[in-house]
């Protein structure tokens, strides 16, 4: 099949095709509506980007009166792969060019092995959605990474949990393997894309995701756009003191909040709970797997057991904490909780939307949601094709 | 004299607008070099503008080779008025179109004296800088106000240092009175604006602009734009915990930063460090004016007395806890520290930047300044000049 060679020409066919991606098949006239451009121009833009093969005629529209229009809409060739790299597994899914999910794999996975055994995987993965039928190729990949990366060269910088990865050329390496253009991002900013494009976060402008996994970070959203920082680490909440002269954190520092709170700290500290004999639940878990993970918490939880319910208490308060003095400094207009931790469900939401409502400034919580995320593991995914689309339909 | 009647009709003009009021004369030629505009085009929309009479001709510019160009530039006639009000002082200055300070005035005021008083004494500074020369009258006039403020409205909303002012029509009330357009903005957000129009942050993009005054907020400029929050809070750090179960804050709150550092905590310290017979030095200056002032600190510490020091120290550990979480949450490429409290100086300044740099994450700090702001008691009056003149060069 013949990949995606062309690339808008201009600002006017990048918003339409973006138009076209967000609302699926639409009449010229109503896209008339939503551009400022003239008539002729408009018609100009479109009957070019037809040309490109972007773009098709699709059937006619609905009649406004008058003689009907056609809708046009986005070449249902177009295939985008989204990649979403975490601490522990790998999600890779391939989407059509409205950025629906047409399959997705997931599978463990250990980071710390470093980027060429995990290429590796992700690689055979997307071989197998290739030969199962959605996509015969892929037009672009977004990939997201556990830690904080050099954006506008897809270079994950000075990762914490990713040794190995400092510096590793992640987007030339993937775009030579894939055959097409890359975006490389951290996996928080993919989430709360994803939750912008088709999930929760959808009517938001200005935005904070918390993705608790096993670390805990935060993708920042003002005015509709993901905002990185100077060097690509804004909103890597996971290391902001949560107390002083705390536990040590593996970050070498003290009191972090991720030393307290994220699937990491709560398997040890269950693990604990079991040693000093505060769980028989956990501690019938502990026996059955030989270790314990956020999601035996969460079942512990979800059947009664109190130690299991206090860790998730304690948590969401210490992510409270942390979030209601970024809540107070961002005023948001919402707050998205997400990650593989919000198995954690309502015992978490309920902690940390206690603390916020409390110590927050009241201006900034009068009228502040605070949600799980919608979209669970295909966050990620759709926030990684989105990326890659948001680059390819901008002008060349 | 006929007051700026005109508006650019379109963005192209509202462009070279900004440009000539960033840059001051400049030719037509050098205008092509930095406007993505066909030549013919630029030509129409500066004559367009000569025609308004906000735009003047100037002389030759220097020869490029060929025919030497005129110079451009921003009607000479033009006067903005910026209006800084703070807790207990009013600063009122006007400017030339290039935000240059052409007079400046600075009355001490209690902000809790309501709106009606406080503004019956701006209206006079204003009269007074209107006789003494600098201005006829007011194109437009930039006004800040210590609290946050629903923008578009220009309306003060539940300030917490600014009883009577809930609600108050600043923006309608103050154009009515003075007969041009009015912009209404917090003073944080302002002390920003004006250091990136004419101080330390002239480059910066991402920056943090914290106001030590009586209390404390932060100014958050995203991609050289103050970003203001979804309810016009943003920034308001003052009421950030710094101590669980602390002190209690006039908020009603506790252990809110600004329950320990600020003008306001910072007298109340002081008094108290001469009760427990800790400062000979602020004994004497407690005995000969009734009461002690941040300034006093200052004056002590400058003196070298070992309690006004540590007074300092102290709270730029604890104002440096708080940006700590800021900074690794935000990642700027710059702070500017400004305000009433900046007399404290690098004693200061190092008890702040040792906590940020002990405490943020590693990639958010390699490379970043944390600085003194530049203008002191005219980056407010500048940022004000700068808000009313970003409006009033916008499309109509």
Same mark, same amino acid.
């Given at each position: 099949?013949?990949?995606?060679?062309?690339?808008?020409?201009?600002?006017?066919?990048?918003?339409?095709?973006?138009? $076209?991606?967000?609302? #699926?098949?639409?009449? *010229?006239?109503?896209?008339?509506?939503?551009?400022?451009?003239?008539?002729?121009?408009?018609?100009?833009?479109?009957?070019?980007?037809?040309? !490109?093969?972007?773009?098709?005629?699709?059937? =006619?529209?609905?009649?406004?009166?008058?003689?009907?229009?056609?809708?046009?809409?986005?070449?249902?060739? =177009?295939?985008?792969?989204?990649?979403?790299?975490?601490? !522990?597994?790998?999600?890779?899914?391939?989407?059509?060019?409205?950025?629906?999910?047409?399959?997705?794999?997931?599978?463990?996975?250990?980071?710390?092995?470093?980027?060429? &055994?995990?290429?590796?995987?992700?690689? &055979?993965?997307?071989? @197998?959605?290739?030969?199962?039928?959605?996509?015969?190729?892929?037009?672009?990949?977004?990939? #997201?990474?556990?830690?904080?990366?050099?954006?506008?060269?897809?270079?994950?910088? +000075?990762?914490?949990?990713?040794?190995?990865?400092?510096?590793?050329?992640?987007?030339? &390496?993937?775009?030579?393997? =894939?055959?097409?253009?890359?975006?490389?991002?951290?996996?928080?900013?993919?989430?709360?894309?994803? %939750?912008?494009?088709?999930?929760?976060?959808?009517?938001? @402008?200005?935005?904070?995701?918390? @993705?608790?996994?096993?670390?805990?970070? /935060?993708?920042?959203?003002?005015?509709?756009?993901?905002?990185?920082?100077?060097?690509?680490?804004?909103?890597?909440?996971?290391?902001?003191?949560?107390?002083?002269?705390?536990?040590? /954190?593996?970050?070498?520092?003290?009191?972090?909040?991720?030393?307290?709170?994220? #699937?990491?700290?709560?398997?040890?500290?269950?693990?604990?709970?079991?040693?000093?004999?505060?769980?028989?639940?956990?501690?019938?878990?502990? %026996?059955? &797997?030989?270790?314990?993970?956020?999601?035996?918490?969460?079942?512990?939880?979800?059947?009664?057991?109190?130690?299991?319910?206090?860790?998730?208490?304690?948590?969401? !308060?210490?992510?409270?904490?942390? =979030?209601?003095?970024?809540?107070?400094?961002?005023?948001?207009?919402?707050?998205?909780?997400?990650?593989?931790?919000?198995?954690?469900?309502?015992? $978490?939401?309920?902690?940390? *939307?206690?603390?916020?409502?409390?110590?927050?400034?009241?201006? +900034?919580?009068?009228? $502040?949601?605070?949600? $799980?995320? %919608?979209?669970?593991?295909?966050?990620?995914? !759709?926030?990684?094709?989105?990326?890659?689309?948001?680059?390819?339909?901008?002008?060349?």
């Amino acid at each position: 099949m013949r990949r995606m060679t062309a690339r808008p020409a201009n600002a006017h066919q990048a918003r339409l095709l973006r138009l $076209l991606r967000d609302g #699926g098949p639409t009449s *010229r006239a109503q896209l008339g509506d939503r551009m400022d451009l003239s008539r002729s121009r408009l018609a100009v833009e479109v009957d070019r980007l037809l040309d !490109t093969g972007l773009v098709i005629a699709d059937g =006619l529209a609905a009649s406004r009166g008058g003689r009907r229009s056609h809708n046009i809409r986005l070449s249902p060739a =177009l295939r985008f792969l989204g990649v979403d790299i975490g601490a !522990t597994s790998v999600d890779v899914a391939v989407t059509n060019a409205e950025l629906e999910v047409l399959g997705h794999l997931t599978q463990p996975m250990d980071v710390r092995e470093g980027p060429v &055994a995990v290429f590796e995987q992700v690689l &055979a993965m997307a071989a @197998k959605l290739r030969a199962s039928g959605p996509a015969e190729g892929f037009d672009g990949a977004g990939i #997201g990474v556990p830690g904080p990366v050099r954006f506008p060269e897809g270079v994950p910088v +000075a990762p914490p949990i990713m040794p190995g990865w400092d510096g590793f050329p992640v987007r030339e &390496a993937l775009s030579q393997e =894939l055959g097409c253009p890359v975006m490389v991002d951290n996996d928080v900013n993919l989430m709360a894309m994803g %939750e912008q494009q088709a999930g929760v976060a959808r009517s938001a @402008k200005d935005f904070l995701c918390v @993705k608790i996994g096993t670390g805990i970070g /935060c993708g920042i959203v003002v005015g509709g756009e993901v905002y990185r920082g100077t060097t690509g680490s804004a909103g890597d909440i996971g290391h902001i003191q949560a107390e002083p002269d705390g536990r040590p /954190c593996a970050c070498g520092n003290r009191g972090c909040l991720e030393a307290y709170f994220g #699937g990491a700290a709560l398997a040890r500290d269950a693990e604990a709970a079991v040693r000093e004999g505060r769980s028989a639940e956990l501690a019938a878990r502990l %026996e059955a &797997a030989g270790r314990l993970a956020a999601t035996d918490v969460a079942a512990a939880a979800a059947a009664g057991d109190a130690a299991a319910l206090d860790l998730i208490r304690e948590g969401g !308060t210490r992510t409270g904490q942390v =979030l209601a003095s970024l809540v107070s400094f961002f005023n948001p207009g919402l707050v998205v909780i997400g990650g593989g931790v919000t198995g954690l469900g309502h015992t $978490l939401l309920a902690a940390i *939307r206690t603390q916020v409502y409390r110590q927050s400034l009241p201006l +900034a919580t009068g009228n $502040l949601p605070i949600v $799980l995320g %919608e979209l669970g593991p295909v966050a990620g995914v !759709t926030g990684a094709a989105r990326l890659i689309s948001d680059h390819l339909f901008s002008p060349a």
